[in-house]
Structures are given as structure tokens and as C-alpha cells.
């Protein structure tokens, strides 16, 4: 994990550190609301959420709300190169997605006495990273992007170079919050991080969740589930969600998913200090 070092913790007050994050977002071009960054200061016991690829922090906020409800102090972070538009994104590597992730994490650790992590697919990655390298509570994985199921995902170090990017069907209420495909650059740099997280995860000891559905279309469940039972971890949650009922294709984050965010809510209760 050489690759992946402590977050620098910022200067300044957790809503200083969210305006200049804010700042930040305009600046790369990001005009959606819902795409921008989220922070809502609540009690002691905060929480970052963590989108997945090609999406933006839109993806987290029912989860965030629900949070909310119960007086947690929530961060949906953008992650670097999301939310604007594809060109965006090729600009940034997973490096980049990283260290997105340090003003979350300042704002939450200077004004909370735990902080859980919760990702999803490839924040899934990145919460893993977090979590190895910085002083979380807990880490919550929901279809973690362990292994890719999109179509030449392994060749992507060599088609990087011959196609700019995989074309993705949107419905059209997720059009505004969603690329409309994705780029192979950034597949290769999800890739990048996919090697080095799964070659560690099994240092992470602290409590972790993970959920994923059945017949998730994006990612592999059964690759998810053997990273998490490898890893060190004493205190660990699986929720496995059947697809047939649920109709859970990949996001375990949509808004008329409650028993998701009730089994979410419930495990961040528990495993707060």
C-alpha cells in the first residue's frame, strides 16, 4: 500500500473545509445541485459516503438523509472528475479520486469523535483505501467493485488506447446525475486501484459491512464476499439481497430501497462509538 498514503488533514473549520470542497466542484464544472458535495453537521458521530463511478454524490443522499434522521453528522463526498462530464473525468486518475477524499475526511475527523466510511462499487475501492490508510470507525461496502463484470475490463490497459470510452444506457431521471458511459482511460485507473485494494483488504481489522445483491449485473458478489471474509476483521456484517424481490441490479443506494438504508442505518448505530 505504498501507493496510498494518509489523507493531509486540512486547515480550517468542517464548514470552511465543505465551502472550499464546494469550490472546488464549481471549478471542474459541476452544475448539478445534487452532484455537488454534501455536509450536514449533526452529532458527534459523523459518516462519509462515498459514490460510485461515472455517478455522482446524488447516488448517496437517500442514505445521507436517512442518516441525518437518526443525528449523524454525514459527508457525500464527489469524487474527482465526477459529476461534470466525461471529459472531466479522463483528466483524473484513481490518485486523484483519492486524495478527493481528503476534504470529507477533514471536516468529519475535526469535528467528530468516530468516522465510518460507507462506499459504493467503485467507492467501494476507495472507502477500502480510506479505511487502510486513516483512522475510521468502521467501513460499510455496498456491491464494491472487487471484480468489474463490464465487457473487456481486463483489456482495458491495451483498448484505452484505441476507444475513448463504453457507451452505458441510462434511464432518463439518472441522466442528469450519470455519464453516459464510461470512460476506458478511467476503467484502466479503476483497474489500477482494483489491484492494490484487493491485494491488502485483508489488513483492514476494523468492523465492515458489506451488501450486495444477488445478481448484481456490474460487479461480482461472490468476488465481494471473498475479499470481506478474508479480511481481519472480527466484527463483520453481510446482508445479501435478493434480486428477484428487490429488483437490485447494482445500486444498493436508490430511494425506494428502505430495507437497504434500514440495514445501513442500523449497523452505523451499532458500530459507532
Not at 475535526?110 to 490508510?133: E, K
Not at 456490474?218 to 481481519?232: E, Q, R
Request: proline share 7%.
Amino acid at each position: 500500500m505504498d501507493e496510498i498514503k494518509p489523507f493531509k488533514i486540512e486547515d480550517g473549520d468542517p464548514e470552511a473545509i465543505f465551502l472550499r470542497d464546494a469550490e472546488l466542484a464549481v471549478k471542474e464544472g459541476v452544475s448539478e445541485p445534487l452532484s455537488m458535495p454534501y455536509f450536514k453537521k449533526g452529532g458527534p458521530d459523523g459518516v462519509m459516503l462515498i459514490h460510485g463511478f461515472c455517478s455522482s454524490p446524488w447516488e448517496m443522499l437517500p442514505v445521507a438523509r436517512a442518516l441525518e434522521e437518526e443525528g449523524f453528522t454525514v459527508y457525500a463526498a464527489r469524487v474527482a472528475g465526477h459529476g461534470a462530464n466525461m471529459d472531466a473525468l479522463i483528466k483524473t486518475g484513481w490518485a486523484d479520486w483519492y486524495e478527493s477524499l481528503a476534504a470529507p475526511y477533514s471536516a468529519l475527523s475535526r469535528s467528530c469523535r468516530s468516522v465510518t466510511v460507507i462506499g459504493q462499487s467503485n467507492g467501494g475501492l476507495l472507502a477500502c483505501a480510506a479505511a487502510m490508510r486513516n483512522k475510521v470507525s468502521a467501513l460499510g461496502l455496498l456491491a464494491p467493485a472487487f471484480k468489474v463484470r463490464v465487457p473487456g475490463f481486463p483489456l482495458v490497459k491495451y483498448l484505452r488506447y484505441a476507444i475513448k470510452y463504453v457507451p452505458r444506457k441510462l434511464k432518463d431521471w439518472e441522466k442528469p446525475y450519470n455519464y453516459p458511459g464510461f470512460p476506458v482511460k478511467s476503467l484502466y485507473d479503476m483497474r489500477l486501484l482494483q489491484s492494490i485494494v484487493n491485494g491488502s483488504a485483508e489488513n483492514i481489522s476494523v468492523p465492515v459491512m458489506l451488501g450486495i445483491s444477488r445478481s448484481d449485473i456490474l460487479v461480482s458478489p461472490a468476488k465481494a464476499v471473498d475479499i470481506f471474509s478474508g479480511m481481519a476483521s472480527v466484527d463483520k456484517t453481510l446482508h445479501i439481497y435478493d434480486n428477484k424481490a428487490m429488483k437490485i441490479q447494482h445500486i444498493l443506494t436508490l430511494p425506494r430501497l428502505e430495507r437497504v438504508r434500514e440495514d445501513i442505518v442500523k449497523w452505523v448505530k451499532r458500530v459507532s462509538l
